[in-house]
């Protein structure tokens, strides 16, 4: 085994921690990149940016990790595609900003592409054997979409359907249709920490009562669960008596628990916090091997219930979060700290997480 691979144990009972140096050896960052970042979805954005036909929304596929140029189209016959954004003869950027377009033109020599990205001419190429071929059609780039949510994946290692098969089974009959973007609302937060710390916290409860009392005061400990997919966990956050929770049909399988929050998080990046009042979509945008950016970006349908229960305060509670995680970037550098254990009880999104780690570190 290599310095860049590792291994965490299957039971959790005997399992130790993540090596430290995971959350601080550069080479491993840079290793990630195309080990996890590049073979698993990511989130793209939603469907609103690329609402109408002819609309182009250009976007960067994780900033400092991955760095793709990436681009969501709507083509005339309403289907929504991501293609590279890269133009196919001497890789310019083909659209610089969001917009509306009947074809795509590369501004450095003119070349046209149609908006599900097939090549459509080129000036001054007469002399050119063999042109075009599909190599001058801008590249697919896998794209899932779940509800109202997009997430591609450049060499996905899964497929979509399987990854999101948990949520469609569980949350399937809520509002999604209904969900207004609060633009106004949306946050992002750098975090001066490696983005795996910020996961690793994101997936346990156990931490609630000592890290954020507000939260604590509408959650009940004893009932916070945890339920592990192949590439997802899933987190039930259940209310105290009185406190807010989704009034769930009967035949739903949550049906007489008063569920507050259901904390869906998706190897690697990608977390879907539901709420009562709608869904905050939380992306990790891994920029450095110590600096992470988190945005919270709020989609509402039913904004009377936004300020009670396990889905209120969130900024307080992720300023709590983010305190806490930091500190956690300061100890993992220490000499004298190796790895831990972990609680069978409580750690085991956590474990989870690691073993997924571990399996794409090793390829
Ligand atoms: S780089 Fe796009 S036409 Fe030349
Ligand atoms: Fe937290």
Redo the contacts with the bound molecule.
């Keep these: 085994m290599s310095r860049y691979t590792f291994e965490i144990d299957p039971d959790i009972r005997v399992a130790e921690t993540l090596p430290a140096r995971v959350y601080s050896d550069p080479e491993l960052f840079r290793l990630q990149r195309e080990r996890i970042f590049a073979r698993t979805w990511q989130y793209a954005g939603h469907d609103d940016l690329v609402k109408v036909a002819g609309q182009v929304h250009p976007f960067t596929l994780l900033p400092g990790a991955l760095d793709e140029p990436l681009l969501l189209t709507r083509d005339g016959k309403d289907e929504v595609h991501c293609l590279s954004n890269v133009?196919?003869?001497?890789?310019?950027l083909?659209a610089d900003g969001p917009g509306f377009a009947q074809q795509l033109r590369?501004?450095?020599?003119?070349?046209r592409f149609a908006l599900d990205g097939r090549f459509h001419s080129?000036p001054e190429f007469e002399g050119t054997a063999n042109f075009p071929s599909p190599k001058d059609d801008l590249p697919q780039v896998p794209l899932g979409a779940w509800e109202r949510f997009l997430l591609v994946a450049l060499a996905p290692a899964h497929p979509f359907a399987e990854l999101v098969a948990p949520l469609r089974a569980r949350v399937g009959h809520l509002p999604f249709r209904e969900l207004v973007h609060d633009a106004a609302g949306t946050r992002d937060y750098l975090v001066n920490a490696n983005w795996a710390l910020y996961i690793d916290n994101y997936l346990e409860g156990f931490h609630i009562p000592y890290v954020h009392s507000s939260l604590a005061d509408t959650l009940d400990y004893g009932e916070y669960a945890v339920e592990l997919e192949r590439h997802m966990v899933l987190q039930l956050g259940i209310a105290k008596p009185g406190e807010p929770a989704f009034a769930l049909p009967p035949g739903h399988r949550d049906h007489g628990r008063a569920v507050a929050a259901y904390y869906f998080w998706l190897f690697p990046t990608t977390m879907f916090n539901l709420y009562p009042w709608g869904v905050s979509v939380n992306v990790v945008t891994p920029l450095a091997v110590d600096r992470t950016k988190v945005s919270f970006i709020p989609f509402v349908w039913d904004d009377t219930k936004r300020d009670h229960g396990a889905g209120a305060g969130l900024d307080r509670v992720e300023r709590e979060d983010e305190a806490v995680v930091e500190a956690v970037q300061r100890g993992v550098r220490s000499r004298l700290y190796e790895r831990g254990r972990y609680s069978p009880k409580r750690e085991p999104g956590v474990h989870h997480f690691h073993r997924l780690l571990a399996e794409f570190m090793r390829g």
Excluded: A, D, L, S
């Design positions: 133009c196919t003869h001497r890789g310019t083909v590369c501004r450095y020599h003119g070349r080129m």
